[in-house]
Structures are given as C-alpha cells and as structure tokens.
C-alpha cells in the first residue's frame, strides 16, 4: 500500500564494476501502485502525482498487470531529448491545464524494478531476480510505457554514459545484483556527469539559521551582453558561510538599483528574462529576497548538465577566479554534448 520510499542512490565519481548498470532518467521518480481498476503515482516524498499524469493513468490501466507495484521514472521528451521544463509545467493546480498539456506534452513511464506481483512482495528478492521479474511482467508494454535498458557490461555502461548524455540522460546509475529492495536507503550508486564554468557572482540570499550566506545566485553573459541568472551555488559549511559573508561584503550594493537583476519583482521581467527572486508555484511563500553585489567577481563551478539556459541542479563551488574578468563569463564556455536520440536509448529506433 501507499506510500513507498523509493530506493536511492549515493554518488561516485566513477562507475563500479561488478553491478547491474541503468541509465540515469532525469524526470519524477514514482512508485506506480496497480490495484484492478486503481492506479496511484507516489512521489519521492510520498506525495501523489496521479492527477498530473491523467495519459499516463491511462496507458498504465491498459497495460500492466492487474495487481503491481513498481518503481520508475516519468518523464517528457520532445525533439529526441528528455524535457524538464515541460515536466515540471505539468505540475498545474488547474485541472483543465493539466488535460491540456497531457494532449500536447504527453510523459512516458520508464519502469526499472517491480516491488510487488499478484499478491507477492519482491521486496526481499535480489535485484538481479527483481529485473528479470520485470521483464516478464511488461513484456508486451508499449509506448508510452517502457521497460529501462539494463546491462552487466562494464564496457557498455561506460558507452552510456558517453552516449546518452546527447538525448539529455543525467548520467549511470550501478546496482548490487543481489541487493534487496531498501525503501528510502542509499544502497544504489549514481555517477553523473561534472563540468565547470566560470561564473559571476551577483547576489546572494542569506541562510535560513542568520546573517551568513545560504546561496550565491550566478550569472553569465549572453550574446547580447545581458547577464542572465543561471543557478546558485550553495552547500557550504558553517564557518564557510560565514567567511564568504566576510569576503563579499565589500561588493554589496545598498540596494538592486543599477544592477542587471534591478527588476526582478516585476512580473513583465521575470516572466521575459532569468532574474532571480520572482515568486513561483515551486515556491510558495518561500522567502527569495536577495542582496545585490556588484558583479565583479568570477568563481569557478562545477554543474553536471544545463537544462535550457540554466543549471539543472545546483552547482558546486570550486574556487574564485581572480584571473577571470565577468565579461569573459559567457555561454560560449560551456560544453555541449553530442546530440542522441531518446529513441535509441528505448530501443524504439
């Protein structure tokens, strides 16, 4: 029954030997319940998903077995790559939005581990027997569900990772062969994908516990010379906080007024540029003020992929870079890589 934690994953820098290798989908982790004529999409946290996803309930009626559970991610790809943004829209509060945009941006389930048959629990069965399980259950699944590419080849993994990067993957993830099922336990292992970039520091919000530095708020320069905010950059120690408080000091501005982010309480300009601080459905009543620093400092990050103009997740800080000036901060850095087709990664090609 509802809820289900799913199993994570803890991080390496690289990909180990000896596992059960699946590519890293970047879209909603869900445990998907089938009971008859009952379907539940359970969230990471446990919150439901199933009224977001109305096509998805659909195809999942028509074709898994009558009684499951299993674990998956949905996902949205357009022009041959995975879709966040368009993900992430679909997370509407307006019920004739989210029908709408089921008809436009219709999602996909990749299921990758079945936690229940019949009125069997695989829970405690190995992964390995979990897998071949799975395949069995959804032998006859159609687009737009999909059973996830699993290989025991090192070699191949490694070719994953290179490859399905173009088709906007988030990486490998390696699992022990007999490792059970442990809901809400880091046993798995994710490899992601890591690049730097020089970036200007503009801003930064204060931490929730005080006046130190929670987030710095980064830019870079787009072609025609706007800095554009890109993503934060955040995890730091508390006397790292602290000292980064200390050390930017000298840049902050008494208020945004001449700076490139000046207008980022207007609607107009959050909604036609990448300012910071505008108020979303993702956060609520979340505080986002900022405080404006003049922007001449650069500092190297590390991200793992863009999603659009932007970071996909937050970036790592890795040093400043006073041998960078801010106008050399610009798209043009960032690599970008080899386009590859989602189709091919589903073996739908």
């Given at each position: 029954?509802?809820?289900?934690?799913?199993?994570?994953?803890?991080?390496?820098?690289?990909?180990?030997?000896?596992?059960?290798?699946?590519?890293?989908?970047?879209?909603?982790?869900?445990?998907?319940?089938?009971?008859?004529?009952?379907?539940?999409?359970?969230?990471?946290?446990?919150?439901?998903?199933?009224?977001?996803?109305?096509?998805?309930?659909?195809?999942?009626?028509?074709?898994?077995?009558?009684?499951?559970?299993?674990?998956?991610?949905?996902?949205?790809?357009?022009?041959?790559?995975?879709?966040?943004?368009?993900?992430?829209?679909?997370?509407?509060?307006?019920?004739?939005?989210?029908?709408?945009?089921?008809?436009?941006?219709?999602?996909?389930?990749?299921?990758?581990?079945?936690?229940?048959?019949?009125?069997a629990s695989l829970m405690d069965t190995a992964q390995r027997e979990r897998r071949e399980a799975l395949t069995d259950a959804l032998r006859g699944v159609h687009d737009p569900v999909f059973t996830a590419p699993v290989t025991y080849d090192l070699d191949v993994a490694g070719g994953w990772f290179e490859q399905f990067e173009g088709a906007g993957l988030d990486g490998v993830i390696a699992k022990p062969p007999e490792l059970p099922?442990?809901?809400?336990?880091?046993?798995?292992?994710?490899?992601?994908?890591?690049?730097?970039?020089?970036?200007?520091?503009?801003?930064?919000?204060?931490?929730?516990?005080?006046?130190?530095?929670?987030?710095?708020?980064?830019?870079?320069?787009?072609?025609?010379?706007?800095?554009?905010?890109?993503?934060?950059?955040?995890?730091?120690?508390?006397?790292?906080?602290?000292?980064?408080?200390?050390?930017?000091?000298?840049?902050?501005?008494?208020?945004?007024?001449?700076?490139?982010?000046?207008?980022?309480?207007?609607?107009?300009?959050?909604?036609?540029?990448?300012?910071?601080?505008?108020?979303?459905?993702?956060?609520?009543?979340?505080?986002?003020?900022?405080?404006?620093?003049?922007?001449?400092?650069?500092?190297?990050?590390?991200?793992?992929?863009?999603?659009?103009?932007?970071?996909?997740?937050?970036?790592?800080?890795?040093?400043?870079?006073?041998?960078?000036?801010?106008?050399?901060?610009?798209?043009?850095?960032?690599?970008?890589?080899?386009?590859?087709?989602?189709?091919?990664?589903?073996?739908?090609?």
């Open positions: 029954m509802p809820p289900v934690a799913p199993m994570l994953a803890k991080p390496a820098a690289r990909i180990p030997p000896g596992m059960q290798y699946e590519a890293k989908w970047d879209g909603f982790r869900a445990v998907v319940f089938r009971d008859g004529d009952e379907i539940e999409l359970g969230s990471r946290t446990g919150k439901p998903l199933t009224r977001y996803f109305p096509e998805l309930v659909d195809a999942l009626l028509h074709q898994l077995p009558q009684r499951c559970v299993l674990d998956g991610e949905i996902v949205i790809a357009r022009g041959g790559r995975l879709d966040f943004d368009a993900l992430l829209e679909r997370i509407h509060p307006a019920d004739s939005r989210v029908r709408h945009l089921a008809g436009t941006t219709p999602a996909s389930l990749i299921a990758f581990d079945l936690l229940a048959l019949g009125g099922y442990r809901p809400g336990e880091r046993v798995m292992v994710k490899v992601k994908h890591e690049r730097t970039a020089d970036c200007v520091v503009a801003g930064l919000r204060l931490h929730k516990s005080g006046p130190v530095v929670g987030s710095l708020l980064l830019g870079l320069y787009d072609a025609a010379g706007r800095l554009q905010h890109v993503g934060v950059c955040a995890s730091f120690p508390m006397r790292r906080r602290q000292e980064l408080m200390s050390e930017l000091e000298p840049l902050r501005m008494p208020s945004a007024a001449g700076h490139p982010w000046e207008e980022w309480a207007s609607a107009e300009a959050q909604a036609a540029g990448r300012l910071p601080g505008g108020p979303s459905r993702w956060t609520g009543k979340k505080d986002l003020s900022w405080i404006a620093l003049r922007p001449e400092r650069v500092v190297e990050v590390a991200y793992d992929h863009m999603q659009g103009d932007r970071f996909r997740h937050t970036a790592q800080f890795r040093r400043w870079r006073p041998d960078r000036a801010p106008e050399q901060c610009t798209y043009a850095q960032l690599e970008e890589p080899v386009g590859y087709d989602l189709a091919q990664v589903l073996g739908t090609a």
